[in-house]
DNA sequence: TATATAATATATTAGTCTGATATATTGGTC
DNA sequence: GACCAATATATCAGACTAATATATTATATA
């Protein structure tokens, strides 16, 4: 098995818990794996139709809904590729922040831009761990539920603690260029 | 102007600081930018090639030297547009973590693989932390000798406090792990 | 000195993913 | 009844990566 196309095992992954349709596949990337994972229709809905052309996932349309609603659902053999995939090493890790860029290249525009390239980044940190602070909350409070939720809240965990470590940043950041700046 | 094609952007960051050939910009990319940025010759080529076709950069053979060496300079133009971008608010910070993803599944492959996962991501950023407080002391030995060196500190030290927030997390993982394993 | 290996240097391609767009339906609000 | 937001699938141009090809030069080693 070569370790490939992600896609494919984030859906697995998904729908190993639940059946799900592209769309909503979509909407779990965009709030459960939010801060360390994206991934836009042009990928999901290739990839879903490639998951059951090999077999991975089957597909059914929802009778009882008005709605062009097609579910998909994983099979053993899904099940299998994902655990293989989860038992491979790691291949990437990546970081790729354009407002770091921008700092990187501050001298071209002096100080007082690249503080107010800090203040957004410093905001929308802020807006982005108090959405984690209450992600925390409320799996703290139903953690004995499922035990996927302990797996849920590291992940969590990592965000909050990376984020606090942004605020310090910030403000350390800003205060250096300010000083300079006088 | 629209906000794209951030290879051109990079680019034209590291031209506007010296001329450079492609090889050379890859190098700068995998070293100075390496934890906030990454980039293939796959793009840097073409980008080059598309800088010169549109003014924002000239090229010429290096002679007096026998390796078919291209180097790179930045025009008027190209710092106007580089000026451009900078002012531009960021469009995009990305952190895309399959450690994360793997760990997000973790209930599907078990506390012990899960574990192991996060081993190999504490190695991994232990090694890259001391690169990058090696980084912050060459660099706050040399921070008058030009205004540029200040933000590339900024950006080393937003990774410093990045990686010890890592860290951290990742002994408090494995002990919320372990504890439940036994 | 010969030879292997690592580093320098440019270039291209298949395959992957994003961001935008198109289309159509359903539910709620004013 | 009109409007808007959310639901739902699908496609495409353009961007980027990882891999590969090709060739030269510097360095270590036997």
Redesign the pocket.
């Known amino acids: 098995m070569a370790n490939?196309?992600?896609?494919?095992c984030v859906i697995l992954g998904l729908l190993c818990h639940e059946e799900l349709?592209?769309?909503?596949?979509?909407?779990r990337i965009n709030t459960a794996l939010k801060f360390f994972?994206?991934?836009?229709?042009?990928?999901?809905?290739?990839?879903?139709?490639d998951l059951v052309n090999r077999g991975l996932a089957t597909k059914r349309e929802?009778t009882g809904?008005?709605?062009?609603?097609?579910?998909?659902t994983i099979t053993d053999e899904g099940r299998n590729y994902l655990k293989e995939w989860l038992a491979l090493p790691v291949?990437?890790d990546?970081l790729?922040y354009e407002t770091l860029l921008k700092l990187f290249f501050g001298n071209e525009q002096g100080a007082e831009q690249t503080i107010s390239h800090i203040d957004v980044f410093e905001e929308k940190t802020r807006k982005e761990l108090q959405y984690l602070l209450e992600a925390e909350k409320s799996l703290k409070d139903c953690l004995s539920d499922d035990g996927a939720h302990k797996y849920y809240l590291l992940t969590v965990e990592f965000g909050i603690k990376t984020y606090d470590a942004y605020l310090e940043w910030c403000k350390e950041a800003k205060k250096l260029l300010m000083d300079n700046g006088e």
């Open positions: 490939e196309k992600k896609m494919d349709t592209g769309y909503e596949i979509k909407k994972w994206s991934a836009s229709y042009g990928s999901i809905y290739p990839a879903l139709n929802d809904n008005k709605r062009n609603k097609l579910i998909y291949e990437k990546e790729r």
